[in-house]
């Protein structure tokens, strides 16, 4: 299982990088979720991977899931939601005012 979990996180992360090395907005925006989620999951692998235990010590219960990396994947999971809404609206603004998805990195036009 754990071969599983760190595969997928190199394969998100690689994924992620991969598209936001691209020169259009939209791949971009997509790399950035992928890396996101590949964040998340290696958050969430943190707190030990195991099956069928409660989140909280009770009476009787001898080992438990720590809450910990569960509660900072929620709060990333609602901050990369947020931050992803305020990309694609910067995307399509500068889509709407230039007319392509392009990132232009060409300096000697910028001069001209």
Known sequence: MEVLVS??????TAAGIYMILRL????????????????NVFLF??????VNQPPILREG???YTDPIPQ???????VISFG????VVMLALGAFIEA???????DESEGDQ
Do not use: E, Q
């Open 7 to 12: 595969s997928a996180i190199g394969v998100l």
């Open 24 to 39: 259009r907005t939209f791949p971009v925006v997509i790399g950035m979720s992928l890396l996101s989620y590949g964040v």
């Open 45 to 50: 692998a943190t707190g030990r991977l195991v």
């Open 61 to 63: 219960v001898t080992s």
């Open 71 to 77: 509660a900072l994947v929620l709060t990333a999971i």
């Open 83 to 86: 931050m992803t809404a305020v």
């Open 99 to 105: 007319g392509d998805d392009r990132i232009d990195l």
